[in-house]
């Protein structure tokens, strides 16, 4: 009967709270989950470009592997302390990655993911097949460069260099520098630099009277097809490259392009907390969105020395992001209606948390980190890694695990959790997909 009793008040006691996870513990966490994220791809997409979590199936890109995921993701591997893993992915990639295919690659994904992951795996393995491979696809590549303007067609054929794809946009145009400026260092081979580097100047060259881009350009006739500016998908790396190249690699001219550029930004983009979209010509407003993509830019005001507007930005897109339990991919920022319900998994809000915490060494900073885990391990998460979401309000799961969510999501996650030392933060510049670069020349 005590024990009955005993029982029965113990029932009635509140449960005493859990003390919440420390930043260790919090990165260990992290490390785990892309451990498993890894093994599944290796159960189920091994070879492959991605996994598809949900029907355990691989897919390809171009109908052929180019290794996207494990190139993606080699540094994140190494960099979460995953040697065995990494060891593996790296010894796949030398055996089996080969750029002699007659197939039409988009040349921005395959630069930022591919050219980009085989650079920073070198710089960290010292693996000289991995710049070989770097300098056969930077070859492969270069044709995009011959159009009339100098900026770079869309797509280009990596065995024949055929190229097409007129209507391009500022991202794609100018968030090719780091890696093909990094891959000119490494090879020696200064064709690589003023390719990209002209393509960038040729784009800023265009911009309008008041200094802003809009957002598709005909590469060939270097006649704006857009008149919309703002600073989300289709511009966004643009500016993160003028300011990240232009320290990189001490390019004055980048500098320069960078200071007009922001102050333009500033002056016509900015909305209260928020940055929308303007006429590129007139400045005149013509939509309040702000989406996932918009969600890096914290993170370069931050580098450029704004923090405070980094920080009011950052607190509006953790406002997007709570609308719903997790950030859509387009909010209306005036009326807090999701206009695009997708999360694909995007990583720039963790980047701009992981940046801000480095600049103010703020605690909100990794609130919002345990925030954003909490959020992808309850909606996200599979029995086979993670996938991306139809949509925020119903939480209905899609099928696929993009390269990038091994390569930027977790790996910013884990920063943000992890001791400062466990990356030099000033030793190294981050490509706009995560991959860190280091001046090793």
């Not at 190229?163 to 090719?176: D, F, V, Y």
């Not at 960078?258 to 900015?270: E, F």
């Amino acid at each position: 009967m005590r024990i009955a009793i005993a029982l029965l008040v113990a029932a009635a006691l509140p449960l005493r709270a859990q003390p919440p996870l420390t930043r260790a513990q919090l990165a260990e966490r992290v490390r785990a989950e892309t451990l498993a994220s890894w093994n599944a791809y290796e159960q189920y997409a091994w070879g492959h470009d991605e996994l598809r979590p949900l029907s355990k199936t691989p897919r390809d890109w171009y109908g052929e592997s180019l290794l996207i995921t494990p190139v993606d993701s080699l540094d994140t591997l190494i960099l979460l302390g995953l040697p065995a893993e990494a060891e593996k992915a790296r010894k796949l990639i030398d055996g089996k990655l080969s750029f002699d295919k007659d197939v039409s690659v988009k040349n921005f994904e395959i630069t930022i993911r591919v050219l980009g992951g085989l650079l920073s795996g070198y710089q960290l393995t010292g693996d000289e097949r991995l710049l070989h491979l770097a300098d056969d696809l930077g070859t492969r590549l270069l044709p995009v460069f011959n159009s009339p303007t100098g900026m770079p067609y869309v797509n280009v054929n990596l065995k024949t260099g055929a190229t097409s794809g007129t209507k391009s946009n500022p991202a794609e145009i100018g968030t090719l520098l780091l890696e093909f400026g990094t891959l000119s260092k490494l090879t020696h081979k200064p064709l690589y630099y003023d390719k990209a580097k002209n393509a960038v100047v040729q784009l800023y060259k265009r911009r309008s009277a008041i200094g802003l881009v809009a957002d598709e350009i005909d590469v060939e006739t270097g006649q704006w097809t857009s008149r919309a500016s703002h600073v989300g998908g289709a511009i966004d790396s643009y500016y993160e490259y003028l300011l990240k190249c232009a320290r990189f690699f001490d390019d004055k001219d980048l500098a320069a392009m960078w200071r007009a550029s922001i102050r333009a930004v500033n002056r016509h983009l900015a909305d209260g907390p928020w940055y929308g979209e303007a006429d590129f010509q007139t400045g005149k407003r013509t939509l309040s969105e702000f989406g996932s993509l918009h969600a890096f830019f914290p993170a370069v005001l931050a580098m450029g020395g704004d923090t405070k507007r980094a920080a009011r930005l950052q607190k509006s897109a953790f406002k997007m992001w709570q609308v719903a339990g997790i950030e859509p991919e387009v909010l209306n920022y005036k009326t807090m209606a999701i206009v695009d319900p997708r999360y694909p998994l995007r990583p720039e809000i963790i980047e701009s948390a992981y940046y801000l915490r480095h600049y103010t060494n703020g605690a909100r900073y990794v609130e919002m980190g345990r925030t954003f885990f909490d959020a992808l391990y309850a909606h996200c998460r599979t029995d086979a890694g993670y996938t991306t979401l139809k949509s925020v309000v119903t939480k209905e799961k899609s099928d696929l695990m993009p390269s990038y969510f091994l390569a930027e999501t977790m790996k910013y996650l884990y920063l943000l959790f992890a001791p400062d030392d466990a990356l030099r933060f000033d030793s190294v510049v981050f490509n706009t997909e995560a991959h860190p670069l280091r001046r090793t020349w």
